[in-house]
């Protein structure tokens, strides 16, 4: 009991993009324009800031590719990206947090996250005996990635030549996670916002959200044939 009781709180670290119109969503354009889609984007990642906020967490790590904006919350810790692909960028990520404290790392896709799909998991108690925690996606990607004892060299290890976007990304990760032997604990399977049909499904899983909020706005009726994948990022 005393050692669940001293155990640190996890770090949470999201990594995202500056929603810039032209620069993010771009999978949304067609039907939306750049704005629309970039005011999708800023929605989601008021969202998904707002949750982990919820969240108990000694740090709270913003890993940025562009500039921060007055959607960003108090308590949020700003770091630049990498240069580099996604998985180069993902594994750089997880360099800020503490390697004796558990990190999570989530994207900015998932507006639909609750704060219990991770505060329940990352619990002291509901922790024990867990090396990593696994998001998957609905497309074959994954939504989150979580390390008990995080390094850079355990990072690059899982991460760092995965192919990104891919319906294989999920599964080319479990399998570099079995190679390490980590013992994976498995988080809920959410579905990443790429296509309108993505929008469409989403808001109307959480239409209490501002993502749902601003796709109502948008007007968009419907939503284009789901094609592709995505991942964390």
């Not at 959607?71 to 180069?88: A, E, I, K, T, Y």
């Not at 219990?116 to 990352?122: C, G, I, M, T």
Request: glycine share 10%; charged share 20%.
């Amino acid at each position: 009991m005393r050692a669940v009781l001293a155990a640190p709180p996890p770090t949470l670290l999201v990594i995202a993009k500056s929603p810039v119109a032209g620069r993010v969503k771009t999978r949304l354009t067609p039907p939306c324009t750049p704005e629309q889609a970039a005011s999708l984007a800023e929605a989601a990642l008021r969202d998904t800031l707002r949750t982990l906020d919820a969240v108990p967490a000694g740090r709270r790590l913003l890993v940025l590719d562009g500039e921060p904006g007055p959607w960003l919350p108090g308590g949020w810790q700003v770091l630049p990206q990498v240069s580099g692909g996604l998985d180069v960028r993902l594994a750089a990520a997880f360099a800020a947090a503490p390697a004796h404290t558990p990190a999570i790392l989530v994207g900015m896709d998932t507006p639909q996250l609750s704060a219990r799909d991770l505060a329940a998991p990352l619990s002291p108690a509901a922790r024990a005996g867990a090396d990593a925690w696994f998001g998957p996606a609905s497309d074959g990607g994954f939504w989150a990635l979580g390390l008990a004892r995080p390094t850079p060299e355990l990072a690059r290890e899982l991460l760092v030549g995965v192919p990104m976007s891919t319906a294989g990304t999920g599964a080319a990760l479990l399998e570099r996670m079995a190679r390490a032997g980590l013992r994976v604990r498995r988080l809920p399977e959410l579905t990443d916002v790429d296509t309108a049909a993505d929008a469409a499904e989403v808001a109307e899983l959480a239409p209490d959200s501002a993502f749902a909020t601003r796709w109502r706005a948008v007007g968009i009726t419907g939503g284009a044939v789901r094609s592709g994948t995505g991942a964390v990022g």
